[in-house]
């Protein structure tokens, strides 16, 4: 059974994550072509999504927590490079929230059966959290406490389309990534060793 402490090994692994978090929502500063509409693509879930299968539940959902309290705190880490606790109000702020949260539960199928199927699963299963919980509180932040005239339930869901193909698309090539990744690297590794 693993210890309930993190080891220098977590710690490494953990803060990994939060530098690829970071990277991943400001791809754009890299690579400015990677727009859908005018409005930047990140690879937030992609690396959440990840954290949970490369990691487990726990330090996968740790290392993104720890990645949206910098952010809060008021490191320019979130998208656009922004970050400090005026995001708690921003329409996407329930994005971040998901992160960690599915985090948690694409590493809980994960560590069920390590192989193909199961983390696809666990990576689709990710992607439904992610927006579900993303979506409904971009639809109730522009209804109820972002100013302007709203928008419609639909249309909220509707714009997340061209974002929820890339994501789902994604969400496959981190379930092959990381499968790869435990054949050939992970198995051998105190991550691993210690469960």
């Known amino acids: 059974m693993k210890s309930s402490r993190l080891s220098a090994y977590d710690i490494t692994l953990g803060s990994l994550f939060v530098a690829l978090m970071a990277i991943g929502a400001n791809i754009t500063a890299f690579m400015p072509f990677l727009q859908v509409m005018g409005v930047p693509l990140t690879l937030q879930t992609f690396f959440a999504i990840l954290a949970g299968l490369v990691l487990g539940s726990r330090l996968g959902a740790f290392s993104v927590l720890v990645y949206a309290l910098l952010g809060l705190a008021g490191a320019p880490i979130f ?18 929230v998901s992160y960690v949260i599915l985090a948690f ?6 560590e069920s059966k390590r192989n193909l199927p199961t983390y696809i699963t666990a990576a689709l ?9 993303g979506v409904n509180l971009f639809y109730l932040a522009l209804n109820f406490w ?6 419609g339930f639909v249309l909220a869901w509707s714009s997340m389309v061209p974002f929820l193909i890339k994501d789902i ?13 435990e054949r050939t690297l992970l198995q051998r590794t105190p991550l691993r060793q210690a469960a």
């Open 79 to 96: 998208a656009g490079f922004s970050g400090g606790i005026s995001v708690l109000i921003s329409p996407t702020f329930g994005f971040i």
């Open 105 to 110: 539960f694409v590493g809980k199928i994960a």
């Open 125 to 133: 299963v990710g992607i439904v959290l992610n927006y579900f919980i």
């Open 146 to 151: 972002v100013g302007g005239d709203g928008i």
């Open 169 to 181: 698309g994604l969400a496959i090539v981190a379930a092959y990534f990381a499968i790869r990744l």
